[in-house]
């Protein structure tokens, strides 16, 4: 067997070698040769192949940074896009995974000395957004591309379409529920004025004094009344009538409304509990405010008693329960995003009753909302 034979431990140990990532310093990028040690580094800067592109790169040395930087930039936004999509991601993150590859183009061979003045740039160009943080930099693909673009004013516009349609939906409720109370105060005043006092009293007082001509008159005139009394209750009937259907409309929606959960409940400004262990005794069964949510599932909390900032799951926290008398904030189910006070608790059934204080159903007693439908406002 030879020396050079496919299938001998040195050719292995050199195919093994050749995988993995080398020393940076030994690394050639002009001719994109990468090195196993320093006398391996050495015999190749000798070599004719490598003198030959070194005086390729002295007549136009911008032109070979331009290209590279070129292609560093594009691969690391490519890998940007498909791995992390619009997330935010450190930056240090991206490039480790980027320079995992090995025939990646190195940094020391671009117009950019540092990963910082990279960032830096790319921000500066509009091809990213950049935030420094007391743990670096953090960076955010924007996406350019018309397909997505297209596709997320659709989006919007359908998810604009449906709130259109729960407002006019709401808006034709309230308008309804005006109308019927309107109607039956008006058949109040109209029953007490007509059928009480001038029927029944004109009647009997000007029967006394007037004589049978005048009776027909009265005859007469008491039976228009009882047609208009008798039209008049109809009338009531009708608007009854619309009234229990309005009703019916008016639960059939708060029923939709309560089946309509998410699995997300987190919102700024309510009063959360930690129920974790994981950081220690001294934020364990300790309570926040919640300042910033992220991705729906992530909070910024500040802790009331030492004012530190801690980023949590929604997982690690729970609501807090107030007092009754006190202001809540409804976070799942059918009134979510509604203000209210807390009016009493059931113990047994673990629910509250709450008073709604903001929208359209303001002034709604609501019975049976569960303890992790709402918490204390700060």
Sequence with gaps: MGKSDFLTPKAIANRIKSKGLQKLRWYCQMCQKQCRDENGFKCHCMSESHQRQLLLASENPQQFMDYFSEEFRNDFLELLRRRFGTKRVHNNIVYNEYISHREHIHMNATQWETLTDFTKWLGREGLCKVDETPKGWYIQYIDRDPETFHRQLKLEKKKKQYLDDEEKTAKFIE???????????QVVTFNLSKGACSSSGATSSKSSTLGPSALKTIGSSASVKRK?????????????????????????????????????WLQPEIIVKIITKKLGEKYHKKKGIVKEVIDKYTAVVKMID?????????????????????????LNGGYRGNEGTLE???????????????????????????????????
Excluded: C, W
């Excluded at 308008?175 to 105060?185: A, F, I, N, S, T």
């Excluded at 929604?314 to 809540?328: D, M, S």
């Excluded at 929208?359 to 406002?377: A, N």
């Design 228 to 264: 208009e009394s008798a039209q008049s209750s109809a009338q009531s009937k009708e608007k009854k009538k619309k009234k229990s259907a309005l009703d019916e409309i008016m639960e059939i929606e708060e029923e939709k409304k309560r089946t309509a959960r998410t699995d997300y």
């Design 306 to 330: 030492s004012g530190d900032k801690l980023k949590l799951d929604q997982t690690h926290l729970e609501t807090v329960i107030p007092a009754p008398g006190k202001r809540i904030l409804v």
């Design 175 to 185: 308008e309804q529920v005006r109308r019927g109370l309107e109607g039956k105060e």
């Design 344 to 378: 009493s608790i059931n113990e047994k059934t673990f629910s509250a009753t709450i008073v709604i204080e903001t929208g359209p159903l303001k002034g709604r007693r609501v019975e049976g909302i569960q303890y992790e439908d709402f918490s204390k406002l700060a």
